[in-house]
């Protein structure tokens, strides 16, 4: 069964009908919201949106362990995580779409093992390619089924929020080789790894980075790019093995 994580500007897929709704208790507390369950062609998926049914999640917040467990206790062996993200490299303009290939993790203070040692045995996993490169072909598939063009690969750099970036920190991400910037891609990917489910990122570019462009960065355009992006990341979504 296949997982979607709705990020900002997806809280649901149009076009796929939700059949029921489960809550799941987790050792880890609940996940972000109720997993809700559709169907799609006889074919079950579940959706779980990342900063809850009401948005109301920051990213600091998540509770990425309660998530990711949830979906694999409901059976999902593949997951995709939709993330809104800031474009730092020149072919990385709002309004595209990224599959990413690689991540800088910059994050702090977040619960990003099922290894901690108390819960598990300490363990290490290999993190190399830290996306399933089976479901980014898929992904990449789905979006020529679909004629939505996608960037194919892309280092996405993953920070703290809920603040934006400075200028000087977009900087040194670039120096860094970070193509696209968002708060929520790690330790999603991690968790998805050490659960052995197979993950991969939709990656929607809602605006440049601090400093790409000229004005500064405004949320309400972001908002608007979202709304329109979201309709293609849909297309893609819609033409994907659910199974
Ligand atoms: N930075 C971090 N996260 C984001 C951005 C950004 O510019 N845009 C959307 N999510």
Redesign the pocket.
């Known amino acids: 069964m296949l997982g979607v994580i709705g990020g ?1 500007g997806l809280d649901r897929i149009p076009g796929l009908s939700i059949q029921r709704q489960e809550h799941i208790a987790t050792p880890f507390g609940a996940p972000s919201a109720p997993l809700a369950f559709g169907e799609r062609g006889g074919e079950l998926f579940v959706f779980l949106p990342r900063h809850g049914g009401d948005h109301r999640i920051p ?1 600091h917040r998540i509770n990425f362990r309660a998530n990711i467990w949830a979906l694999k206790e409901s059976g999902v062996k593949r997951v995709i995580g939709v ?5 730092i490299s020149h072919n990385m303009q709002p309004g595209s779409i990224v599959i990413p290939d690689q991540i800088i993790d910059y994050t702090y203070g977040r619960e990003h093992s099922f290894f901690d040692g108390d819960f598990r045995p300490v363990d290490h996993i290999e993190f190399g390619t830290p996306y399933c490169e089976q479901l980014r072909g898929e992904l990449i598939d789905a979006a020529t089924l679909a004629g939505v063009e996608v960037v194919t690969e892309g280092c996405y750099g993953a ?1 703290q ?1 809920p603040r ?2 400075t200028i000087a920190e ?1 900087r040194k991400m670039q120096r860094d080789g970070a193509d696209l ?4 891609g790690m330790p999603e990917a991690a968790l998805a790894k050490e659960a052995g489910i197979c993950y991969a990122c939709c990656a929607v ?6 400093g790409m462009d000229a004005e500064p ?1 405004s949320l309400e355009a ?1 908002g608007q790019q ?1 709304d329109i992006s979201m309709e293609s990341v849909c297309q893609i979504l819609m033409r994907m093995d659910m199974r």
Request: proline share 4%.
């Open positions: 900002t990213p993330a809104a993200v800031g474009g920070t929020g934006l970036e977009i910037v968002g708060m929520t570019v809602a605006n440049w980075a601090a960065i972001i979202l």
